[in-house]
C-alpha cells in the first residue's frame, strides 16, 4: 500500500554534514506526523526528530541545535539536515510516518533504514 524510501546516509568524518531524504509513495490521501528514528548496534531505537503536517518539530536532546527536520508535502517527503556530526550519531536512520490512506485508515509506517558512518 505505502512504501518510505530513505537515501542520503554515508560516510562522512566528525564534524561533517549529511542530509536524509525519505520519499512515500502509494495510494495516500495525507501523510501526518513524519519523524527520523535511529538504532545503533546494542542499542533500542530512539526517536530523532519529528514533525507534524504543520511543520511543528520536535527533537531529541542529543541532536539538538545540530540536526533540522523538514517535510514537502507536495513530494509526501521528509527530511533530515545534520550538521556538526560525531561517532555517537552512526546508526542506521529509520523513516517513520502516520499515513491516511485513499480508504482514510490511519496506519503507520517505517522505512528500509539508512546506514550513517561518522568516523575518522
Known amino acids: 500500500q505505502v512504501q518510505l524510501v530513505e537515501s542520503g546516509g554515508g560516510l562522512v568524518q566528525p564534524g561533517g554534514s549529511l542530509r536524509l531524504s525519505c520519499a512515500a509513495s502509494g495510494r495516500i490521501f495525507r501523510i501526518d506526523d513524519m519523524g527520523w528514528y535511529r538504532q545503533a548496534p546494542g542499542k533500542e531505537r530512539e526517536l530523532v526528530a519529528t514533525i507534524t503536517r504543520d511543520s511543528i518539530t520536535n527533537y531529541a536532546d542529543s541532536v539538538k541545535g545540530r540536526f533540522t527536520v523538514s517535510r514537502d508535502n507536495a513530494k509526501k517527503s521528509v527530511y533530515l539536515q545534520m550538521d556538526s556530526l560525531n561517532p555517537e550519531d552512526t546508526a542506521v536512520y529509520y523513516c517513520?510516518?502516520?499515513?491516511?490512506?485513499?480508504?482514510?485508515?490511519?496506519?503507520?509506517?517505517w522505512g528500509q533504514g539508512t546506514q550513517v558512518t561518522v568516523s575518522s
Open positions: 517513520n510516518a502516520d499515513v491516511v490512506l485513499n480508504t482514510l485508515k490511519a496506519y503507520n509506517y
